[in-house]
């Protein structure tokens, strides 16, 4: 039995990561610049290419042809393995509720493990960048009085609904947790100085 898996046996704990899952989209996000690199090299190398049947003083047709193979079928293997990998991230990324934290769990070879108390945080809010709005993702973030915390508090790849019912989910916990603060109409402050005074 693994750590997280230990970790993860409270009977209390809430898996937020069912309840609100990450799009498959996030995978194609996390791994878009890979995509994008080996169209490019694909595309340079059919541009660059001497016409059929003829060799240029620096390559010959034939070695062209091998490096040309060999570029396409590696890039292709290893873009295969890239989305193999941010497949297996999408799968074992966890967040949830145990013991008043929120707890979330990233990464397949070192593991990265936060755990947030409910009563610490202070904000909940989405962020989305120009890749993001791309994908229609948008990422999840956690506001804490730790400064350290900003690495790890972050939940990404989730779609426009799962983000926003996340997001509510979570400020009505917190705000369950947080003393509420009265709201006092100038009025009422006025009588309440008037009757120091006396």
């Not at 090299?41 to 390559?59: K, N, R």
């Not at 019912?165 to 917190?174: A, F, K, N, R």
Request: glycine share 4%; charged share 20%; net charge positive.
């Amino acid at each position: 039995m693994s750590l997280d898996e230990r970790l993860t046996e409270n009977k209390e704990a809430i898996n937020l990561r069912k309840r609100f899952p990450m799009s498959l989209r996030s995978i194609f996000r996390r791994s878009w610049n890979w995509i994008l690199a080996y169209f490019l090299c694909v595309s340079l190398l059919i541009f660059f290419s001497p016409p059929a049947g003829e060799s240029t003083v620096v390559v010959p047709q034939e070695i062209y042809v091998l490096l040309t193979i060999y570029v396409v079928t590696g890039g292709l293997i290893v873009l295969a393995l890239k989305l193999f990998y941010e497949f297996i991230f999408h799968v074992v990324s966890y967040y949830g509720i145990e013991s008043d934290h929120l707890v979330i769990s990233r990464n397949v070879f070192l593991k990265h493990r936060a755990s947030f108390p409910l009563a610490a945080i202070t904000d909940v809010h989405l962020d989305r960048g120009i890749v993001d709005f791309i994908f229609a993702l948008y990422d999840l973030r956690i506001a804490t009085p730790h400064l350290a915390s900003a690495r790890y508090s972050k939940i990404e790849g989730l779609s426009r609904k799962n983000a926003i019912e996340l997001q509510d989910y979570l400020t009505s916990m917190i705000e369950t947790l947080h003393p509420q603060i009265r709201d006092t109409s100038p009025i009422e402050e006025s009588k309440s100085a008037k009757v120091i005074k006396r």
